[in-house]
């Protein structure tokens, strides 16, 4: 079975930050104004939530759609609402990481900065202009 997209997204912005998750999530609580890391924070968990609820959909309609079952009015519905359930979730689950990969893709570490010396700019001398 392949990775969950979740897990996917939280290594790269793990990876991006250079902090585990927990301590990115400390972080980010710590200001009150939007960031771009509370963003992304707040976009893979919306991934994570997308994707538990397509685990549970599938489940529900594993067991709705058990061999041997009959299948009436009532389990037909169910069976529609689990389908449609499990699509908007996918749909979900696929915009916000989309998303969220390219803001991590724009983003990348800033290499440290050296110590340069800076030049100095030469003194600008003071003119008196007349204007009368």
Same mark, same amino acid.
């Given at each position: 079975?392949?990775? !969950?997209?979740?897990? #996917?997204? %939280?290594?790269?912005?793990? =990876?991006?930050?250079?902090? =585990? +998750?927990?301590? &990115?999530?400390?972080? $980010? *609580?710590?200001?009150?104004? !939007? ?5 992304? &924070?707040?976009?893979? $968990?919306?991934?994570?939530? *997308?994707?538990?609820? /397509?685990? @549970? ?5 594993? #067991?709705?759609?058990?061999?041997? +079952?009959? /299948?009436? !009015? ?5 069976? @529609?609402?689990?389908?449609?359930? /499990? %699509? ?8 916000? $990481? ?6 991590? #893709? ?5 290499? %440290? ?7 100095? %700019? ?7 202009? +007349?204007?009368?």
């Amino acid at each position: 079975m392949s990775q !969950p997209v979740a897990d #996917q997204l %939280a290594e790269r912005i793990e =990876s991006l930050f250079g902090r =585990s +998750r927990a301590d &990115l999530v400390a972080h $980010a *609580a710590t200001t009150d104004r !939007p960031t771009m890391l509370a963003a992304l &924070l707040d976009g893979l $968990a919306t991934v994570e939530l *997308a994707e538990k609820n /397509i685990e @549970f959909q599938r489940e529900r309609l594993l #067991q709705l759609a058990t061999p041997g +079952r009959d /299948i009436g !009015p009532a389990a037909a519905g169910h069976l @529609f609402d689990c389908s449609r359930r /499990i %699509a908007e979730s996918v749909t979900i689950r696929d915009t916000q $990481a989309r998303f969220a990969a390219a803001v991590i #893709q724009s983003l990348h570490r800033a290499p %440290a900065p050296a110590a340069t010396s800076v030049a100095q %700019a030469p003194a600008l001398t003071a003119t008196t202009v +007349r204007t009368r």
